[in-house]
């Protein structure tokens, strides 16, 4: 199976589900999209196959969208779109992609709807949070 994520590191939660992905003996496409930046083709496609509006990927916390004006309803999806080109943070993550579909996988455990096998249970966040019971079952949601 291939996956892709677009991960920034500097993320728990995008840090959680990188690892979830790995202990699963996946090696994904890591996109640091931090880095590489965001095309209006590739979020519209991103955002389309997992459901979303700009409005839903927005990250609100620990961004400039406050200072942007972008929290306001009022703010067109394309104005918040042309936003989260110049401002690739405004995108919230970790966003990835299975054969099994597109999705922002937060919390970090909504990445097991993706993938065909899973970690080893037990399994648990860097946290020391569980994830997967001993029995095999998802403790979180």
């Known amino acids: 199976m291939t996956i892709v994520i677009h991960h920034t590191p500097d993320c728990g939660t995008s840090r959680n589900v990188l690892a979830t992905i ?7 496409t890591v996109i640091e999209y931090l880095q590489t930046g965001w095309t ?21 916390s620990k961004s400039p969208a406050e ?8 703010i067109p999806h394309d104005v918040i779109l042309d936003q989260m080109i110049a401002h690739p943070i ?10 099994k579909g597109v999705r922002l996988c937060r919390p970090s455990e909504a990445v097991l709807d993706l993938l065909e096998r899973w970690p080893p249970a ?4 860097e946290d020391g949070a569980l994830i997967i019971g001993a029995d095999g079952e998802i403790v979180a949601r």
């Not at 790995?22 to 090696?27: C, E, I, L, P």
């Not at 209006?40 to 609100?60: H, I, S």
């Open 22 to 28: 790995k202990a699963a003996g996946y090696v994904p």
């Open 40 to 60: 209006r083709p590739q979020l519209l496609g991103l955002f389309v196959a997992a459901g979303l509006t700009p409005r839903d990927a927005l990250r609100t």
């Open 67 to 74: 200072e942007l004006g972008l929290l306001d309803p009022a």
């Open 90 to 99: 405004l995108v919230n993550r970790p966003i990835v992609c299975t054969a």
């Open 122 to 125: 037990p399994y648990a966040k």
